[in-house]
């Protein structure tokens, strides 16, 4: 089969086209539905600067009349975004779902100041009869979780104009500072020697990937033009990075939060202690995996790993996978967890919910995408036939599964926090990863496999770590006043001595990692990184709980799925006796990775 007649995907059961007259009349519904929200809080008074209501009858049906419309207009939102995406994301340069994309964010923005400010600021005032309106409505009870939440985060509302101001003013703030961050770093170019002796100048997104080329020569040119061309824009990007986190540290305050790792962990819906047991037995799982990165130096012939080396391939891997073999193999592993979960596999490749190969204009990597107008969802892969392209293809299934167990959810249940978005995805990762390490043709294709595990782990335990430890220092010293480039480097330096250690050549690190990674500049997500971790520690966690229970966790494990976005972590993961607060959780899920590190060892 070649790369054009594999899969692309189907949702012409979602709309007929872009310019279809289904679509536009989808979105005059939605726009009548906004206006229908306006009129509604307007009668009723959902105005924070009002005084609430005082009897819980009354409040309990204004409520429940917000909900209701919130609901619908939330799925339709989310089913017309998803639609217009899978244009924009399979062909960049469509200008019409471009433009359709805008016009709809211009009505998200209206619908986050209905729920978002004016909604959640006028239920924070009846915290005190929360209780009674929420014990005399049953549509209520379903939905106290996302209430309860609501009410907590009001208190870390400005007024109304102030927060109104804030969004407007924050175009030309830290979204224009995150908007120059990206023009800086997509457009920047630099000279790469290459094999053949020409020099070409590249973007600097394809001089990243020369991390994982097969020659060192190479891996450490790159690794050294990115030096470069990183020195060339470190004013400019400093200046990004003190702008945004400038910005956060200021509404934080404002808000009367803590400090904005406060924030974070509440949109992770974990407490303090959870991350800090989380982080110990992180930090306590160093030693492991600087004997992974010194297992690899000697594989390579040297003492200790340079940077640039980091990412460099090892062993061979013997098979290529057609796309109906990786399919095959994706449903016969998943078999064996849960039929279930196969038959979901077998739907989405049965109707067309992927889009398999790669081509021009379409958007690398790959994800998942709910469409909840349909309660189906839309996986896009960039398939090349590599072993790890199968694994990809497990992990988005688990996302669509995942939603799948969500579907008799309302949209405001369905809420996932970052922390548990991921739990599904890696449980079905993992479960092909495994076979495939058992099944592996040659020692050199185990070594294979097991450096991409290994590899993709020590990134999320150690690199991430390395992460926050940049992050806490800079919010601190960016609160008394700004940091240059120097100082970013240094901060940065710092944190990958101290969680890398001595399983890496400290001569040779890369001061400049704080450059690109676009999470470092997003005002409303800071500390963008634990929950990765989170997701793969908690995710492999529940993997040992299935391996000891048999066929007896599926179902259990199914309505965690269906309840992520109802409860906090810790009250979730309480229903499988796990104890997030205690390090031993977090220390039983990074133990299992060590078989693999001894495994790697022997190779
Ligand atoms: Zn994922």
Known sequence: MTENNLPRWDLSNVYPGLDSPELIDANKEMISMVEEMDDYILETKIDPTIPPPTDPKLAASIISGFIEKANTLNRFVITINAYISSFITTDSYDNEASKALSELQQVVIRIQQQQDVLFTGWLGKMNDILPEIIESDPSLKEHSFFLEETVLQSKYLMSSEEEELASELSLSGATAWAKLHGTITSQLKWKVEQEDGTTP?????????????????????????????????????????????????????????????????????????????MMSAMKDSFPMFRRYFKAKAQKLGKEKLPWWDIFAPMGKLERSFSYPEAQEYVLENFEKFSPELSAYAKRAFDNNWIDVAPRDGKRAGAFCMGVPGVNES?????????????????????????????????????????????????????????????????????????????????????DIYSRFLFETEVFKRRDKAELSAQEL???????????????????????????????????????????????????????????????????????????????????????????????????????????????????
């Open 201 to 277: 100048e590249l973007p600097l997104t394809q001089i990243l990937n020369f991390r994982d080329h097969e020659n060192e020569l190479m891996r450490k040119r790159g690794y050294e033009a990115e030096g470069e061309a990183w020195k060339s824009v470190e004013n400019q990007l400093a200046a990004c990075m003190n702008g945004v986190k400038g910005q956060v540290l200021v509404l934080d305050k404002r808000r009367g939060r803590k400090d904005p790792l406060e924030r974070s962990l509440d949109q992770a819906r974990i407490d303090k202690e959870t991350l800090e047991a």
């Open 489 to 603: 480097n240094e901060i940065m330096l710092e944190a990958q001595k101290e969680t890398y250690g001595d399983g890496m050549d400290l001569d040779n690190l890369q001061q400049y990692m704080w450059t690109w990674k676009p999470h470092y500049y997003s005002a409303g997500r800071s500390f963008y990184n634990y929950p990765y971790t989170f997701g793969l520690l908690f995710g492999s966690g529940l993997y040992a709980i299935y391996k000891e229970r048999g066929d007896a966790f599926i179902p259990q494990y199914k309505d965690l799925l269906s309840s992520t976005g109802m409860g906090t972590a810790a009250d979730l993961a309480a229903r499988f006796d796990i104890d997030l607060r205690s390090p031993g959780f977090w220390k039983g899920s990074l133990d299992d990775i060590e078989q693999y590190v001894e495994r790697y060892e022997q190779l």
């Open 378 to 462: 839309r996986i896009l892969l960039n398939f090349d036939g590599n072993l790890n392209w199968v694994f990809t293809l497990a992990h988005e299934l688990g996302h669509g599964f995942h939603n799948d167990c969500q579907t008799d959810r309302t949209m405001l249940q369905r809420d996932n926090p970052m922390t548990l978005a991921e739990t599904a995805s890696i449980m079905c990762e993992t479960i092909v990863t495994n076979a495939a390490i058992n099944e592996a043709k040659s020692p050199q294709e185990e070594l294979a496999i097991l450096e991409t595990k290994l590899n993709g782990e020590s990134q999320v335990v150690v």
